[in-house]
Every structure is written in C-alpha cells, then in structure tokens.
C-alpha cells in the first residue's frame, strides 16, 4: 500500500487512528499487538503471500535475540548466534534481491546455462532486514552510545512492531532498535505530537505527489527516449528532474513517516537535510539518506575499524561500506558502480582535506563540483546498464553528435516551469536564508489582527496543500514506485 | 516581536516555533481528520457494493490463475485487492470536485498538457482550447488494416454488395490545430496512408476530410471542444456527403437535405456537456459545449432495437425520430459530465433501426466505430433497415453475417484514433 494512494488515506490511515486511540492508553501491550497487526494488513495489501516472509524474520530475530540475551556472559556463544542471525537475514535478502543477478553473471562469466529464477522482490525487503540486523546487533552490544542498557525483547510482538512499523516499513527511514527500543513500550502519545506528526505527514505527502510526480514526468520522458532522438538540453533536463524526483520522492516519503510516526507517538531520527547545497560528497552523504549512511557506519565501517587503523585501512574499509551502500539499492552493476563511483570522490575528497589552498569562489566552486558529481551518478542509478549511463553522460557532454536543443525540452520546460522552480527552490532552505538575510515575515503578538491573519494563512497553507494533493491523488495522476528495487 | 522560524525541518514549508503554534496545528490537524474521516465514510458507504462484490469474487478468480499451491492463493488475492482499490477509487465521494480541482491547477499553471495515469489519455490542449487524446504519437504499420479493408470490400464485390469505406476525420486535424511545440501527432499521416493505398487498389473511399477541406468548413464547430467525438450536427453533415455518393447506386432519394431549412430544426442545449477529454481534467480546465441535434421536421416513425455483445436482443424503441434514436435520460440530462454523445443510439453494440416509413427496401450496414451512430442514425430515414456492427463487441463472423443480413450497402466508417485497435480490422 502506498501512502500517496486514497485506500491509504481514506481507509487504512483513519481506521488505524480511530482504532488505535479507541484502546486506552494504560493497554499498551495491546496497543503495541494492534499497530503490528494493521502493519502486516498493510504489508500485505501490495503482496500477501511475503507476509509470510515478514513473520518468519520477525519470529526469527526474536528468538536470536534471546539467544544473545542468554549467552551474552559467553563470547564465543553470542557471537555464533549474531553469525546465524546474519546468515539468516541476509540469504533471505540473497535469495529474493540478489540470486538472479549472481546466477546471471556466473552464466555470463563461464559461459554456463543455468536457469534464472524469475522472482518477485519483497516490497522493502532491504529496509526491514536492515532493521532486523539492527535489532539483535544492538542487543549484542548491550549499551548504547548514552550509555543505556539494551535488553533483548520477551515479548515477540514488540520486536514484530519495531521490524514491521508500517510507516517505515516500505521507504525507511532504517530505524535502529536502540531509538526506539524505550519507545516501543513507553511512549507518550498526545494530541499536540500527533497535529505535528499531520503537517509533517502533509508535508511529506505534497512533496511526493505535487513535485516529486511532476518531476518522474519529465525524467520518464527523457530517459525513456531513444538517446539518439534526444537533444544535449533535454538529456541536462532528465538529469536534473530526476535528482530532484529522487529527492522528493524519497524525502517525502520520510517525511510522511516521520509524521505517521508522531501520530503514533514514535519519534523517528532524520533522514534528509537539504543535501543538494552540500559542497562536498561527502557532506551530501551526511545529508543523503542519513538512516542509511549512519546504519552502515555503526554497524559495517565502524566494526571494520573506521578510520583508526591507517590510511590504507581507512579506504578498504570505505571500499567496502561504498560497495556494499551501491548494492544494498540493487541487484545491477549500475548500482554497484554508482556506490564505488562515491567511493572514489569520497577517498579523494579525504586524501586531499587540508592539502588544498581555498580560495574565495572555493564554495561556489565546491557547491557546483558536489551537484555534477551527484547529477551524474544519477544518470548512473536511473540507468538500466552502465552503458546507456555512458551513452547518457556521453550526449550531456555534448559527445554524442546530438542537437543542442530540441521540441522536446521546450515543451518538457514550457510544461513544468514551475515545478522545476518550486522544486529547485524547495531542495535548498531558502526560508532560513531568508531569515538570515532578515528577509523574513514577523508578527507582533500584541496585534490581534495580524495574528489572526497570520494564523490563517498558516492554517490554509496546510489544508490547502492537502487539498491540492489529495485532487492528484483522487484523480489518478502519474504515481511512480521508486522503491521496487530496494 | 518574535520572528518566524521557517527552518524548523527539512520540509517544504514550516511557518514554525511561535507562540501559538500548537493553536494552529491542532486547527490544521482537526481539520485533516475531519477531511479523512469524511471521505472515508462517505466513500465507503458509496463504494460498499461494489467492493463486497470485488471479494465475493475472489474464488472465481482462484480457478482462472494459473500459479500453483500457495502462490495461486496469492494471485488471486492480489487480482481482488486491485480491484478493491479499483472500485474505490473510481466510487470516491465527490470525485468529480477533486478532478475540477485538479484541473483548475493546471489551468493557473497554464499547462496544456494534463498527463494521465492511462498514458493514452493523456490530455493536450491546443491553441484554440480544443482538448485532445494523442492517439497518433506513434506511426504505426497500416498495412494490417488496409488488408482489414480491403478483405470486406473484396468480399462485398463478390457477393454483389456495394462498399464504401469512409474516412472520418481526427479532432486533430492537419495543418489547422496548433498544438503545443513538441507534441506530435501522426494519425492524419496514417490516414493518408491507408486511403492512398486504398484508392490505389480500387477500393471505394470517401476521405471526409477532404470533403471538409473543399467546403471550408469552420474546423472549430466539427469537433466538441472537449469529447473526442465530432458533434452530431458532423455527422449530420457526414451523412449528406455518403448519401451523396451512394445515391447513384443505391437508387435512394435524400429528402433530408442539408442545406434545407425546412426538413430539419436544431435543437439545442446550451453549456450542456463535458465530455470524455473534459471529464479528465474538468470543467474548470475548458469550457462547457453546447449540444446542437438537428430534428427532421417531417413525419418520421422508427424502431431502434439493442442488442448485447452475445446477440442477445435487450431493449427497443418505437417512435418519432427524437424518441427512438435518442436516450432522453442520457441527452437531457443536467448532469454536464453525462456522455451526451452517447444519447445519440446509446452504446457501441449491435443496433437495428427499422425505418417504418421507408418508400423501399434498402438494407444498409455500417461496420463502425462510435462517430457513425449519428451517421448511420440520420441514414435511417433514408432507407428501410440500417444495422450498425463494432468489431471491438461483435463476435461472430461478419462474412456469414453479411450473407444472412443481405445489406445493399455495407459502410465501414472508422476515424483515426482506431487505427491501433487491432481487433477493428481483423477480416480474414
């Protein structure tokens, strides 16, 4: 089920909430029981039959849990059961992400014939199994960075709640246990939390269908074009819709469960912060997906020894953490290439800290190196094959031999000018540059008049932005999943 | 004074931390609930048959899947929630605000193209307002349905039958609508194929469009501005230009003229429809067509009987021009988002007009697509019989049907957005 869809909204979402609040607080535990249960409802409202699967890894991880709870004095022990718990999370990851792609390429590699299971990926198989490592790794480490003791859970429907939460479930962001750990069984839902969990769900929501649709338009347009037939302006302007669709769609998507989540009384980690006006890679993987980068820091680059143990060490294990980020998007050589493609600006972006004279124009300069460098591995992550990336990057430089500008991008632009300009603005923070530049509104509380016209332009920004979502929704316009690989 | 925060996330727009910020969001959150739950309910309530029609129809489903154990289980069950979100979707409570609300987006926006979830139907609008499918945005092959053609008119040779294939004109016509910079369209281009390769083997043709051409006609009043249909006085018009060339081997008199004010009164509603474009994007997006229905003003007597897609004999109608080709529910309706083309012969199934006071025996059948209902209507008073076939409902075989009906004529009649519907042109 898709939060941008009107089951989600007019069925699932206010059923679940009426629902939810009609158990009284002090039955936690059965509150707890009825989210898991909508949760799997709603997991298996786009794929019944993983539901399965979701409740073999929610059993599964519980069990593992206890085991190290159990033999958590006996090194050896846990540490062989934190060996099978891997094994058992990621060949089911394997198994359904990345058997094809493995048996394909040994084909391919010895000239052999064996038959490519054709099967379907579980929808978010890649964010709940990440969970699920999440949960039984910090279990086995007992104590978090404040110092707070982790136990493992006796009760199997929290560690099902913490896997299977819908509003992370599908998009993220990846939640590790030790956030919500406490949060699981005592939150404290009220009604101020859960109206800023609604503007943040609405937010989320007008981000993904008003601009994040419009821009899929533009992209599937351009990309889905014979490179041929396409002029050097429109392959620019496919790059740059498609940065900002990904952006957000993916934003969005944490947005609204970020705001869901508040809804419920969960408070949920950030998972963007404006990365576009990074002005180095690395900064824009601080500000990219930060449930993602932070999951592989705590529990890959950071037991592999981070940057402690020399140089050379520092960049195998990046290697290995960028490798591993490509893949985890999916089973292709254009994902693997486009984490190693970060890999190489990030080793080189550390090997030079400090060894570079900055100049006065060095932000700009850094700002517009982080955009190409992030625009083309787009093209790299939206290809289907690292060849029709190199096509694609080929004619943005003008090497292809294609025209400069063609019908195509003039009507794509005529178009879509102001989403383009609404997007490009609304992926900066400009309303705190504003604020900075003491370009910003004020009120005086002590006028009752302008309060009051303040107060309802604030109130009809929202509802109105809901409204105009909901009439994209309603009416059925372009709504592309993005998530089918992860 | 304070200012306002306007970074406090990474969002599009939080007017933020200010005093009586919770104030405001408890407004904006009681007011989300309120939208949620009221759709939900009425929409429920609204969609509850057909949704619990949706599941009973789940083991049906179960047998026509081909997957095996517990995956068979799984298809199906897939199949029934799509059509549970299906239904609901379609079953939304005043979905039509929210469509016109979409559409007076786009209209601020000035776009002129309104992108469909159905990409087909997708809406462009051209420099006139005129609203447009792009049927045409790729060239296809024509040689499928110049055999298609060309096997029935061979056919009607042999069996002694006269033949005419007639070309209706697309909406978007060549050289006169302006669509935006970067739309293409090649459906007129697919015609001229099909009608030079037509009249290059001898098949009969009458290409509307040149007709149209040579009269001048004002291209803007063929054409609703917002149905993909022309409007019934077109095809009132097009009917003139068949009688025209078949009157010399049909041996028909055409009492009805045109250019005769006094066979014919126009009946006409004002700002009365919106139609299959329009109802995409709403009424806010384009403007309201009128619904002009020339009226022969002499005696007529007719009996319209409808059949479904078995052959199966469903409903008649007896009488004046007006109460038996005409659906008055569907034409009078109030509701501008009712198809008012189709209360002109309702439905794309198998029809049978009899012409009660026809002065011979002429048979005519059209084989056709939905812009000859009106055609085929006016044609009804000319003649004793009339049958109108569409090969995307009829199943039968359309030689042994010719053979047994034993037409004088047989019309087929196709405008250009058909041209990728295979099944229209499949005469072997």
Same mark, same amino acid.
């Given at each position: 089920?898709?939060?941008?869809?009107?089951?989600?909204?007019?069925?699932?979402?206010?059923?679940?909430?009426?629902?939810?609040?009609?158990?009284?607080?002090?039955?936690?535990?059965?509150?707890?029981?009825?989210?898991?249960?909508? %949760?799997?409802?709603?997991?298996?409202?786009?794929?019944?039959?993983?539901?399965?699967?979701?409740?073999?890894?929610?059993?599964?991880?519980?069990?593992?849990?206890?085991?190290?709870?159990?033999?958590?004095?006996?090194?050896?022990?846990?540490?062989?059961?934190?060996?099978?718990?891997? *094994?058992?999370?990621?060949?089911?990851?394997?198994?359904?992400?990345?058997?094809?792609?493995?048996?394909?390429?040994?084909?391919?590699?010895?000239?052999?014939?064996?038959?490519?299971?054709?099967?379907?990926?579980?929808?978010?198989?890649?964010?709940?199994?990440?969970?699920?490592?999440?949960?039984?790794?910090?279990?086995?480490? +007992? *104590?978090?960075?404040? &110092?707070?003791?982790?136990?493992?859970?006796?009760?199997?429907?929290?560690?099902?709640?913490?896997?299977?939460?819908?509003?992370?479930?599908?998009?993220?962001?990846?939640?590790?246990?030790?956030?919500? /750990?406490?949060?699981?069984?005592? @939150?404290?839902?009220?009604?101020?939390?859960?109206?800023?969990?609604?503007?943040?769900?609405?937010?989320?929501?007008?981000?993904?269908?008003?601009?994040?649709?419009?821009?899929?338009?533009? /992209?599937?347009?351009?990309?889905?074009?014979?490179?041929?037939?396409?002029?050097?302006?429109?392959?620019?302007?496919?790059?740059?819709?498609?940065?900002?669709?990904?952006?957000?769609?993916?934003?969005?998507?944490?947005?609204?469960?970020?705001?869901?989540?508040?809804?419920?009384?969960?408070?949920?980690?950030?998972?963007?912060?404006?990365?576009?006006?990074?002005?180095?890679? %690395?900064?824009?993987?601080? +500000?990219?997906?930060?449930?993602?980068?932070?999951?592989?820091?705590?529990?890959?680059?950071?037991?592999?020894?981070?940057?402690?143990?020399?140089?050379? @060490?520092?960049?195998?294990?990046?290697?290995?953490?960028?490798?591993?980020?490509?893949?985890?998007? &999916?089973?292709?050589?254009?994902?693997?290439?486009?984490?190693?493609?970060?890999?190489?600006?990030?080793?080189?972006?550390?090997?030079?800290?400090?060894?570079?004279?900055?100049?006065?124009?060095?932000?700009?300069?850094?700002?517009?190196?982080?955009?190409?460098?992030?625009?083309?591995?787009?093209?790299?992550? @939206?290809?289907?094959?690292?060849?029709?990336?190199?096509?694609?990057?080929?004619?943005?430089?003008?090497?292809?031999?294609?025209?400069?500008?063609?019908?195509?991008?003039?009507?794509?632009?005529?178009?879509?000018?102001?989403?383009?300009?609404?997007?490009?603005?609304?992926?900066?923070?400009?309303?705190?540059?504003?604020?900075?530049?003491?370009?910003?509104?004020?009120?005086?509380?002590?006028?009752?008049?302008?309060?009051?016209?303040?107060?309802?332009?604030?109130?009809?920004?929202?509802? *109105?932005?809901?409204?105009?979502?909901?009439?994209? *929704?309603?009416?059925?316009?372009?709504?592309?999943?993005?998530?089918?690989?992860? | 004074?304070?200012?306002?925060?306007?970074?406090?996330?990474?969002?599009?727009?939080?007017?933020? $931390?200010?005093?009586?910020?919770?104030?405001?969001?408890?407004?904006?959150?009681?007011?989300?609930?309120?939208?949620?739950?009221?759709?939900? #309910?009425?929409?429920?309530?609204?969609?509850?048959?057909?949704?619990?029609?949706?599941?009973?129809?789940?083991?049906?489903?179960?047998?026509? $899947?081909?997957?095996?154990?517990?995956?068979?289980?799984?298809?199906?069950?897939?199949?029934?929630?799509?059509?549970?979100?299906?239904?609901?979707?379609?079953?939304?409570?005043?979905?039509?605000?929210?469509?016109?609300?979409?559409?007076?987006?786009?209209?601020?926006?000035?776009?002129?193209?309104?992108?469909?979830?159905?990409?087909?139907?997708?809406?462009?609008?051209?420099?006139?307002?005129?609203?447009?499918?792009?049927?045409?945005?790729?060239?296809?092959?024509?040689?499928?349905?110049?055999?298609?053609?060309?096997?029935?008119?061979? #056919?009607?040779?042999?069996?002694?039958?006269?033949?005419?294939?007639?070309?209706?004109?697309?909406?978007?016509?060549?050289?006169?609508?302006?669509?935006?910079?970067?739309?293409?369209?090649?459906?007129?281009?697919?015609?001229?194929?099909?009608?030079?390769?037509?009249?290059?083997?001898?098949?009969?043709?009458?290409?509307?469009?040149?007709?149209?051409?040579?009269?001048?006609?004002?291209?803007?009043?063929?054409?609703?501005?917002?149905?993909?249909?022309?409007?019934?006085?077109?095809?009132?018009?097009?009917?003139?230009?068949?009688?025209?060339?078949?009157?010399?081997?049909?041996?028909?008199?055409?009492?009805?003229?045109?250019?005769?004010?006094?066979?014919?009164?126009?009946?006409?509603?004002?700002?009365?429809?919106?139609?299959?474009?329009?109802?995409?994007?709403?009424?806010?997006?384009?403007?309201?067509?009128?619904? $002009?229905?020339?009226?022969?003003?002499?005696?007529?007597?007719?009996?319209?009987?409808?059949?479904?897609?078995?052959?199966?004999?469903?409903?008649?109608?007896?009488?004046?021009?007006?109460?038996?080709?005409?659906?008055?529910?569907?034409?009078?309706?109030?509701?501008?988002?009712?198809?008012?083309?189709?209360?002109?012969?309702?439905?794309?199934?198998?029809?049978?007009?009899?012409?009660?006071?026809?002065?011979?025996?002429?048979?005519?059948?059209?084989?056709?697509?939905?812009?000859?209902?009106?055609?085929?209507?006016?044609?009804?008073?000319?003649?004793?019989?009339?049958?109108?076939?569409?090969?995307?409902?009829?199943?039968?075989?359309?030689?042994?049907?010719?053979?047994?009906?034993?037409?004088?004529?047989?019309?087929?009649?196709?405008?250009?957005?058909?041209?990728?519907?295979?099944?229209?042109?499949? #005469?072997?």
């Amino acid at each position: 089920m898709l939060f941008s869809s009107s089951i989600f909204l007019f069925v699932f979402l206010p059923i679940c909430l009426f629902l939810y609040y009609l158990i009284p607080s002090k039955y936690r535990k059965i509150r707890n029981l009825f989210l898991l249960v909508m %949760s799997l409802g709603f997991y298996a409202w786009g794929e019944p039959v993983f539901v399965i699967l979701m409740l073999m890894s929610i059993i599964g991880n519980y069990i593992f849990g206890l085991l190290i709870d159990k033999h958590l004095g006996n090194a050896s022990k846990s540490k062989f059961v934190l060996s099978i718990m891997l *094994i058992f999370n990621l060949s089911g990851l394997f198994l359904f992400k990345y058997s094809a792609f493995f048996i394909e390429n040994i084909n391919n590699l010895f000239n052999l014939n064996i038959v490519v299971p054709t099967i379907q990926l579980p929808i978010g198989i890649s964010f709940f199994t990440f969970q699920a490592i999440s949960y039984v790794i910090d279990v086995y480490r +007992r *104590i978090d960075s404040d &110092g707070d003791i982790i136990k493992a859970q006796k009760n199997p429907v929290n560690v099902g709640l913490y896997i299977a939460l819908f509003p992370q479930l599908i998009a993220g962001p990846i939640v590790r246990y030790k956030t919500v /750990a406490q949060q699981i069984e005592q @939150r404290y839902e009220n009604f101020d939390n859960f109206c800023f969990g609604i503007k943040r769900f609405i937010v989320g929501l007008g981000k993904k269908v008003i601009i994040s649709n419009n821009m899929a338009l533009i /992209a599937d347009a351009i990309f889905n074009s014979s490179i041929n037939e396409i002029s050097v302006a429109s392959v620019w302007l496919g790059a740059i819709a498609y940065s900002l669709q990904i952006f957000f769609d993916f934003s969005g998507y944490s947005d609204m469960a970020i705001g869901l989540g508040k809804m419920f009384g969960f408070e949920f980690l950030e998972n963007f912060n404006y990365p576009y006006i990074s002005k180095s890679v %690395s900064e824009f993987w601080r +500000r990219w997906h930060i449930s993602l980068g932070t999951w592989f820091k705590d529990y890959v680059y950071f037991p592999l020894g981070g940057s402690l143990k020399g140089k050379y @060490r520092t960049i195998l294990n990046l290697a290995i953490v960028w490798f591993l980020t490509g893949f985890w998007h &999916g089973a292709n050589w254009t994902y693997i290439s486009w984490g190693i493609y970060f890999f190489i600006f990030i080793s080189l972006e550390k090997v030079l800290k400090g060894k570079v004279k900055l100049s006065k124009y060095f932000d700009w300069m850094s700002h517009i190196y982080t955009l190409l460098v992030v625009l083309f591995g787009w093209v790299l992550f @939206r290809a289907n094959s690292i060849q029709e990336a190199g096509n694609y990057i080929k004619t943005m430089l003008g090497l292809g031999g294609n025209i400069a500008i063609d019908e195509v991008f003039i009507l794509l632009v005529n178009e879509n000018i102001i989403f383009l300009i609404a997007a490009i603005l609304c992926s900066m923070p400009i309303l705190s540059f504003m604020r900075k530049r003491k370009i910003y509104c004020f009120v005086s509380e002590e006028s009752k008049i302008l309060s009051f016209i303040y107060e309802s332009i604030y109130v009809s920004i929202y509802i *109105i932005l809901f409204m105009i979502t909901m009439s994209y *929704i309603v009416k059925g316009a372009y709504n592309p999943f993005i998530y089918f690989n992860f | 004074m304070e200012y306002i925060d306007f970074n406090n996330y990474c969002g599009l727009i939080d007017l933020g $931390v200010w005093g009586s910020m919770m104030k405001k969001d408890k407004i904006i959150g009681i007011v989300f609930l309120f939208i949620i739950s009221f759709f939900s #309910f009425k929409t429920l309530i609204e969609s509850r048959e057909f949704i619990l029609k949706e599941i009973k129809k789940f083991d049906v489903r179960l047998g026509l $899947v081909s997957e095996e154990g517990i995956y068979k289980k799984n298809e199906s069950l897939k199949k029934t929630i799509s059509q549970i979100e299906s239904e609901f979707n379609n079953y939304i409570y005043n979905k039509n605000m929210f469509v016109e609300l979409n559409g007076y987006i786009h209209k601020v926006l000035r776009k002129n193209v309104v992108n469909d979830i159905e990409s087909d139907r997708t809406i462009i609008k051209d420099k006139k307002g005129y609203l447009h499918f792009n049927y045409g945005k790729e060239r296809i092959n024509m040689d499928k349905n110049f055999n298609g053609i060309k096997n029935i008119s061979e #056919f009607c040779q042999r069996e002694g039958k006269e033949f005419l294939y007639v070309q209706a004109p697309l909406k978007i016509i060549e050289n006169k609508t302006i669509l935006p910079i970067g739309i293409k369209d090649y459906s007129n281009k697919m015609a001229d194929e099909l009608v030079k390769k037509l009249k290059g083997d001898e098949v009969p043709v009458l290409d509307l469009r040149e007709s149209m051409e040579r009269e001048n006609l004002n291209y803007n009043e063929v054409f609703f501005k917002t149905d993909h249909h022309w409007t019934l006085e077109s095809g009132y018009w097009a009917y003139q230009k068949v009688i025209e060339r078949l009157r010399g081997c049909l041996d028909i008199e055409n009492k009805f003229k045109y250019d005769d004010e006094k066979n014919y009164e126009m009946l006409k509603f004002e700002k009365h429809f919106v139609g299959s474009q329009g109802k995409r994007v709403g009424k806010y997006y384009t403007e309201i067509d009128d619904v $002009v229905l020339p009226v022969p003003k002499f005696v007529t007597d007719l009996t319209v009987k409808f059949f479904n897609a078995k052959g199966e004999f469903i409903k008649e109608r007896t009488g004046e021009f007006y109460d038996a080709l005409i659906n008055r529910e569907i034409l009078e309706s109030k509701n501008v988002y009712d198809s008012k083309y189709e209360g002109f012969l309702d439905t794309n199934q198998e029809i049978r007009i009899v012409n009660n006071f026809a002065k011979n025996n002429k048979k005519i059948l059209f084989i056709k697509d939905s812009f000859a209902r009106p055609v085929a209507g006016y044609m009804s008073l000319e003649v004793k019989e009339t049958r109108l076939l569409d090969a995307r409902h009829f199943k039968g075989d359309f030689y042994n049907y010719i053979k047994k009906y034993n037409p004088d004529a047989v019309i087929m009649l196709y405008n250009p957005g058909v041209f990728k519907i295979a099944e229209m042109f499949e #005469f072997y």
